[in-house]
Each structure stands twice: as C-alpha cells, then as structure tokens.
C-alpha cells in the first residue's frame, strides 16, 4: 500500500465522516424542535399513530434500507481503475434495480396494509388514519425516485455530497413543518411536505451526480456480463432479505407495542426513539462515512490489513456507542420530561434495556458495513428470518408479563442470541479466514469496560447533592462523559486498536499506520 493511497483514503474517510457528523447534527437539532411543536399542537393519538407509520414505513426508505451502500461494492473495483464504460453499465443496471426495489417495497406495504387496519385500533381522536398510512407509503416510495445516481459519490469516497444535501433538505422540510404546524394545526400538510420535500432531494441529487460525473451518465450500450449480473442479483435478493429482515426486527417492537400495550405507548416510545435514534444517526453518518474507503481498500489491499483496520473501527465505534448508551441512561428521562412532558417517561427499567439495545446494535454495525462493503450478503441470509421469528415471539410472551419493558427485552434477547454471533463468524469465517474469538474476546473486553463505566458513573451521579435542576442536569452531563472516558483511555491505552484510531487521528503519525 502506496503512503498516497493511504494518505487519500484516510482524508476521504475523515471528511465523509465530519461533514456527516456536523450535517446531520443541524437536521437533528431542527427536527427536534419539530417534534417539540407537533406533541405540542397535536393530541398524544396523533403521536402515536405518527411514530408507529414513522418506524414502519419510514424503515423501508431509500437511506434506512442502506440499498447504496449494500449494492455500491461492485463500483469499488471500476471506480479505482478507472473504467468508465463498467462504471457507465453498472449505473444503468442500478437504474433498473432501484425500480424493481420499489415495486417490492409498495407490494410490502400494501400487504401489511389489512394488519394495520387491525392494529390500529385505539385512535378515535385520529381522523384519516388510512390515508395518513398511504401517504407514508407515497414518501417511502418516493425514496428510491432517481436516486441511483447517489451511488456515484459512495462510490468515489465522497459521500458527505449525499449527506449535506440529505440534512440540507431535511432542514427545510422541518421549518416548513413548523411553521404549518403553528399556523394551522393540519396534520395532513404537515405530511405533505415530509412527501414533497423527498421528491426534491433526489431531483437535486440526480442532476447534481450528472454535472460532476457526465461522462458516467452518457447514453450507454455496453452492458454488465451475464454472469456477473446473476451475482449482483443474487447479492440483492440476499441483501434484501437482509434488509427487510431488519425492517421486521425493528417493528416488531411497535407493532407489539401497538397490539398488547396500545398507541400512546407508542407515541412514548417515538419520543425515546426520536433521541436514542438522532444519537444513532450521528454516530452512524460517521461510521457510513467511511464505507466507502471499506469498499476502495477491499479491492485495494491484503486482506490482514483489512482485518486490521475492522478491529481499529470495531473498537472506536465500540467507543463511540458505550459513551453514548450511558450518557443516555443518565440524562434520557430527564430531556424527555422537560421537552416533551412527564407523561411521556418511562420506567427506569425500560430505559435501561433501550440503552443496552443501542449499545448492542450499535457495536454490531462494524461487522454489518464491513459484509456489506465487501459484498458478503448472501452468506448469512437467514439470519434476519430466525431473529425476527426469535424477536416476535419472545416479545409477545415477555410483554404479556411485564408490558413495556417485556417488549424491548425480547428485542435484546433475539440480538443476543442471534445476530451478534453470527455476522461476526460469517465475516470471520467467509473473508478473513482467521479464528472469529479474536472478535469475542475484544467484544467482552468492551462489555465489562462499559458495564464498569455505566456502575462508576450512575452512582456518582446519584450520590452528588446537585442543587438545582439546571446544576444537576450540567454537572450530570460532565460525569456522564469524563468518568466514561476516563476507563476508555486508561484500559485501552497501550493496546493496537487504539494506537491505530490515534494514528489515523493525528496526520504525523499517519505514514505510520
């Protein structure tokens, strides 16, 4: 490896991963003020039945569905040689992808239409609330309107382009929401624009990909071989399953929320999720942003250094995710009650297990964007089916017993005993070709360091006679991130996975690394 390749790789990552970072921490903080007037201005129904089509349907959209960055691995090799006729055929090929993808997420959406109408069964103060569920459905669909083009800036390491012009829409489409929101208290304009706003995203983005790359989107008559068409198709039915398997997982929540609990809990828990899930996006956009360097250094170098470089990314976002799970458990009720009001908390038990779910999930998308990156899918693509299955089931009993929190402890036992030791082994076993207890070892090591941290900080927090709330919500935010860092730096110090993040972070040390 070329100290150039590194050196361009590495500036690529680092500003892939900024501007994500910096991008979507605007669109964040404009949609929390959203949130903030729409359970102001709208009844807790409305909430409810907005967080449930939200997390359905809104999972099943062009960026949650991650169809970029699980189809854009075969650019990886053309992109880096340079071969503009593959480069020309594989976008044309895409095109005709994304339609097929869409098609499939209306006929997904159609069919689970009669289980919502079932559900949804306590929302009297809600009127419309099949139309509401169709415009949803409108704005998924949308999602994939023209946006193959995207593709090409992932493809050559340049995916902050996607993600500024992602927040910068994003953005607008909340003030506009705001302001109609305060005006006229008129849920269906309020979705709209969440309709509207999408559709222009991706005319932006279409035109955008064509002025910079023309000579990739010029009329094209070459097409992808046969045989390696039958591979990508054979990757997306994978990652598709993959894919829609996650989208299940991650509503079976909701929907058993929906059914045994009923919607206002719901309308809580889009509350928690709205932060849990603004944290996971930042985090993430950094982590996304370096997926395309993954897929450049898969069809670039050796694959010992690409293990090296899995294991310096596993333990930063580790790193990234356990500081972020504790400062969550400590100031998550409180930044509810005052946002959003008392009656929106939750028990401290439910908490809890959402914070260990964020850190659980949070740690496994190393794995998922490495396999992902490097075209794995197919290998491990009954997982989502036995999780799902493992994750309803568990759900249903434990939220008979135990309501609100039962639900949310099935989710943790499905992660656990399903995807957070398969995925790893499939990587292990099918790329690396090396024992997968190096992984385990490393993710019981990051276990005990947070668990230790979460015990230290929560017991000083609680034992500190902090005065005022304004006090005790800064001082707790200072606890909640020196104490935590403190255990990070002091056990990892001398180990390779943090001399490779400090490498990577310091520009004198980068020749090195």
Known sequence: MSNQQLSTRTKYSVKNAGIAMSTKILAIVFGFFARMVFTHTLSMEYVGVNGLFTNILGALNFADLGIGTALVYTMYEPVAKGDVSKQKALMKLYDRMYRIIALVVFVIGALMFPIIRVLVHDTDGVHGVMLIYFMFLARTIFSYVMMYRSMIFLANQRNYVNDMLDSLFLVLQNIIQIILLLVTRNYFLYLAVYVITVLLRNTVIYHRAEQEYPEVFEPCEDTVPEEEQKGIYRN?????????????????????????????????????????????????????????????????????????????????????????????????????????????????????????????????????????????????????????????????????????????????????????????????????????????????????????????????????????????????????IVIPVFFLVVINLRTPEFRFVMSHLHPKQEEHA
């Open 236 to 480: 997306l039915k994978a990652m598709l399953m993959h894919k829609i398997g996650e989208v299940l997982i991650n509503n079976i929540d909701n929907l058993t929320l929906t059914a045994i609990v009923g919607i206002t809990a719901v309308g809580m828990y889009s509350n928690y999720y709205l932060i849990i899930g603004s944290v996971r996006q930042i985090i993430d956009r950094i982590i996304y942003g370096i997926a395309g360097s993954v897929g450049n250094l898969g069809a670039t170098e050796k694959k010992e250094h690409v293990r090296e470089v899995f294991l310096g990314t596993f333990f930063l976002v580790a790193a990234g995710y356990g500081l972020a799970a504790i400062a969550l458990y400590e100031l998550l009720d409180i930044f509810v009650a005052s946002s959003f009001g008392a009656q929106y908390v939750f028990p401290k038990l439910v908490t809890m297990v959402l914070c260990i779910n964020f850190f659980l999930n949070g740690v496994r998308r190393v794995s998922l964007i490495f396999r992902d990156s490097l075209g794995l899918f197919w290998n491990d693509r009954y997982k989502t089916i036995v999780e799902s299955l493992v994750n309803l089931v568990t759900s249903i009993i434990l939220a008979r017993k135990l309501g609100t929190a039962g639900v949310f402890i099935g989710t943790f036992i499905s992660i656990v005993g399903v995807s957070m030791w398969v995925e790893p082994l499939v990587l292990y076993k099918d790329y690396f070709q090396a024992p997968v207890s190096e992984y385990f070892r490393k993710l019981a090591k990051y276990c005990i360091l947070f668990a230790l941290a979460w015990g230290a900080t929560d017991s000083l927090n609680r034992v500190i006679p902090w005065g005022s709330e304004l006090i005790q919500y800064l001082g707790m935010i200072v606890i909640s």
